[in-house]
């Protein structure tokens, strides 16, 4: 974890990453199933410095970052509330980050997060990014996740999804999403970027991704983030 250390917001644990230089502004990177976290890879942490980016990566379990409490979740707050009423203010706290300045990332679970956490509060959030992002949440109801006990069916759980959040007047103002062809979440991923061409929402989506995006993640992050700075000015 060299360059990066731990803190303890409203019960949970969260990663953080403070490169020199750094520029007014953090990415939130939610984890996916997997539990991943960016302190433990070197080439992420190489391109936050990069950019100049601080990064912000709390430890949340399965919790699929929904509106829904779940048990596995540190805090007694549905992982939604928490992102929005304790850490995106600790962050922007301990940073002085002006308004919407944290822009939304993850991967699969933590993918599908950040899309619904930025098309619910886009005037919070105006920047969000996905890696093969679980835009089917419900597909996984009835797999023996906590997702089995946060929603009463598969149907409630699809109906919570980021593509059924997208709203008809306001949207994120950038927003990036990349998944492989083949993958288990490219069904979903595809759905989201054939509704939002409908609605005439602007976004990127690189639906025939091959290897790692986070290059290609945090450099549009960047840019998007560098677009909100100026436009605040």
Same mark, same amino acid.
């Given at each position: ?18 490169? @020199?230089? *750094?520029?007014? $502004?953090?990415? %939130? ?6 539990? +991943?976290?960016?302190?433990?890879? =070197? !080439? ?31 805090? @007694?707050? *549905?992982?939604? $509330?928490?992102? %929005? ?6 962050? +922007?706290?301990?940073?002085?980050? =002006? !308004? ?33 992002? *679980? ?11 906590p997702l089995d006990a946060m ?83």
């Amino acid at each position: 974890m060299s360059g990066w250390a731990r803190a303890a917001v409203g019960g949970v644990e969260v990663h953080t990453f403070d490169p @020199p230089g *750094a520029r007014p $502004a953090c990415v %939130l990177y939610l984890h996916s199933l997997a539990e +991943e976290s960016p302190a433990t890879d =070197p !080439a992420f942490s190489a391109l936050l410095r990069e950019h100049r980016l601080r990064c912000a990566a709390p430890r949340g379990g399965w919790c699929w970052w929904t509106n829904r409490t779940c048990a596995e979740f540190p805090s @007694p707050l *549905a992982p939604e $509330a928490f992102i %929005l009423s304790e850490l995106v203010p600790w962050l +922007e706290a301990r940073y002085a980050l =002006p !308004a919407r300045a944290v822009a939304l990332t993850g991967t699969e679970m933590g993918g599908h997060g950040a899309v619904r956490l930025a098309v619910r509060h886009p005037e919070r959030f105006p920047v969000a990014a996905s890696v093969s992002g *679980a835009m089917d949440m419900h597909e996984w109801h009835g797999r023996g996740t906590p997702l089995d006990a946060m929603y009463e069916s598969r149907e409630r759980a699809r109906l919570d999804t980021a593509v059924l959040h997208v709203g008809e007047r306001e949207w994120p103002r950038h927003l990036w999403f990349a998944c492989g062809e083949g993958e288990f979440a490219a069904r979903g991923n595809d759905r989201l970027h054939e509704k939002l061409n409908a609605m005439g929402v602007p976004h990127v989506a690189e639906l025939r991704a091959t290897g790692s995006q986070t290059a290609s993640m945090l450099a549009f992050v960047s840019a998007a983030l560098a677009h909100e700075a100026r436009r605040l000015m």
